[in-house]
C-alpha cells in the first residue's frame, strides 16, 4: 500500500523528471527511498511526497505554482522576522540583545561605577571592578540603565542639574534627565538634560566616593571606558 508522508518543504527533483511530466522510478530522496514527487503546493497543503516503491507517478502541479508559493512563504518568513528584530531594537527594555559593560572610570587605576544595592533610588559610587554591581547597559533610548542581577531595569537619574549632584538608580521613564551621551572624543559621560555641559565625575578615586554630575572639563576624572 502507498504511503503518504508530510515534509517541510517541496522536493525539488525537476532535473529528473522527463518530457511527459513522469518522475522516473529511480529517482530518490536524499538516498533514503525510491519516491515519486507530488508538488503540491497549495495554501492548506505545503507538500506531498508519496512512497512509490518503484511506482512512478505524474505530477500534478506545476514547477511555476510551486516556485510562486514557496516565494511567498519565504516572503513571508522574512516579514515576520523583520517585525519580530524590530520589535526587540526599537524598544529601550533591556532585553536578549543587551549587552553589559563595566563602565570605568580612566582617571582611577581599576575603579568601575558601583552600586551599593540595585534598589531605586540607590547612588552610584566607585568601587573597584569585579562583581555585576558594576555592570550598566547603555539602551538605545540613550539611558543608562543597571545590570541584570536586580531582576529589574533601573535608569541613571541625577537628582538635579545642580554641580556634585549625584547621579542614582530610578525607575525608567521617557525623559531628558535620563538622556545620557558618551562622547567618543573625550570620553565624558555628558547629561543630555543639562544642556550638554554637565558631565559625570569624582572627587576622588577612593571606593565609594559618589558619582556625581560637574561642568564637564574633559579632565581624567571624567573620563569614562565601558568594555
Known amino acids: 500500500m502507498a504511503v503518504h508522508r508530510r515534509v517541510s518543504l517541496c522536493v525539488m527533483c525537476e532535473d529528473q523528471v522527463h518530457p511527459s511530466g513522469v518522475v522516473p522510478e529511480h529517482h530518490s530522496l536524499s538516498g533514503v527511498f ?3 514527487c507530488s508538488l503540491i503546493c497549495s495554501p492548506m497543503s505545503i507538500v506531498a511526497v508519496r512512497r512509490t516503491g518503484g511506482s512512478p507517478m505524474r505530477l500534478v502541479k506545476s514547477m511555476s505554482r510551486v516556485l510562486a508559493v514557496l516565494g511567498t512563504l519565504v516572503l513571508a518568513f522574512a516579514g515576520f522576522a523583520g517585525i519580530g528584530n524590530a520589535q526587540a531594537t526599537s524598544s529601550g527594555d533591556v532585553g536578549a540583545q543587551a549587552v553589559y559593560h563595566f563602565v570605568r572610570n ?4 581599576n575603579g568601575c561605577m558601583d552600586l551599593t544595592s540595585f534598589n531605586e533610588d540607590t547612588p552610584a559610587t566607585l568601587y573597584r571592578c569585579y562583581s555585576a554591581s558594576g555592570y550598566w547597559y547603555f539602551a538605545d533610548d540613550r539611558t543608562i540603565r543597571n545590570g541584570p542581577g536586580s531582576g529589574q531595569s533601573l535608569c541613571l537619574d541625577p537628582d538635579s542639574y545642580a554641580t556634585h549632584a549625584q547621579v542614582r538608580l530610578k ?5 531628558a534627565r535620563q538622556k545620557w551621551h558618551h562622547s567618543e572624543t573625550n570620553n565624558t559621560i555628558v547629561s543630555e538634560g543639562s544642556g550638554s555641559n554637565m558631565c559625570l565625575d569624582l572627587r576622588s ?4 566616593t559618589p558619582v556625581t554630575l560637574y561642568p564637564c572639563h574633559g579632565g ?4 569614562w571606558s565601558y568594555d
Open 171 to 175: 525607575r525608567c521613564y521617557d525623559a
Open 220 to 223: 581624567a576624572s571624567q573620563q
Open 34 to 36: 525510491p519516491v515519486g
Open 106 to 109: 580612566i582617571g582611577s587605576e
Open 205 to 208: 578615586y577612593a571606593n565609594q
